[in-house]
């Protein structure tokens, strides 16, 4: 016996609530911002928000379903299931948080602020989670399949993620590093930098697209669907033992980037969710390309 769909709820706690559990009462957030010139009105407006969408789109789960929520902050302890639609319910970014902890899984974004987000990612709104469930789970349902980033350790330890992955120190320290391609006969570089982005097609909007354009890059920026990520290291230090020359460049389907690290820690994170890296250490090495796995985004 087959199980019935599950509808896995992806939210944030809102600015509200976060003013609130750092000073314990509405009266007293409002009375704190007030004293900065600032009012609380339209924080709990956006809070106010944020709550209908999630209780529409609960309302709108199919009654076979079963169903459940998931808070940002415990997208790494949450057990996905291969049977789940997963609706998330906030900003364009949430969508990227859960998508590294995914396995195929349909996705919806259900925006919680048109206007304010982008909608890249959150492109529907409360009223059509129904319908775009019942779609989610019907063969030939239509989804873009958008290209994700992966990185694999050594000691088999993966970090899938859907804008970009970053290599670096974990604070402003310098990373020293062996950097090349993965292949048998290609050299590799030492450098010294203060870290290595490899971003998608999706990611092409935010970091990467701020490190392309201050290198003035004559790289064509892939587009979220495109099998191919680019890359590029963030000031390259030169010196007598490390060097400049291998500082950005574009991987393919199938072509990995390799990096061995050659100080005394280096995380591995991937679209800003820095509690749950990858640690490297001396003589340890990580491949970046192109994942198998997508992002399945109803459309």
Known sequence: ????PRAVLVHRTTEYEELLARHGTHGQAAFVLAGRGRSIDEVARRHERTRQALADVAAAVPLQWRHCRVERADLDRFLFAPEDVVVVVGQDGLVANAAKYLSGQPVIGIDTDPGRNPGVLVRHRPAAAGAL?????????????????EAVADDTQRLLALNEIYLGPP????????????????????????GVLVGTGTGATGWLRSLWQERGSALPLPAP???RLLWFVREAW???????????GELGAGQRLRLTVESDRVVVFGDGMEADALELTWGQSVRLGVSETSLRLAV
């Open 1 to 4: 016996m087959s199980l019935a």
């Open 133 to 149: 469930m019942r779609v989610a789970v019907t063969p030939g349902g239509r989804a873009d399949a958008l290209t994700m980033v």
């Open 171 to 194: 604070g402003h320290q310098t990373a020293r590093y062996r950097l090349g391609h993965d292949a048998a006969d290609s050299p590799a570089e030492p450098q010294a930098s203060s």
């Open 225 to 227: 669907a495109d099998p």
């Open 238 to 248: 030169p010196s007598p033992s490390t060097g400049t020359s291998f500082v950005s």
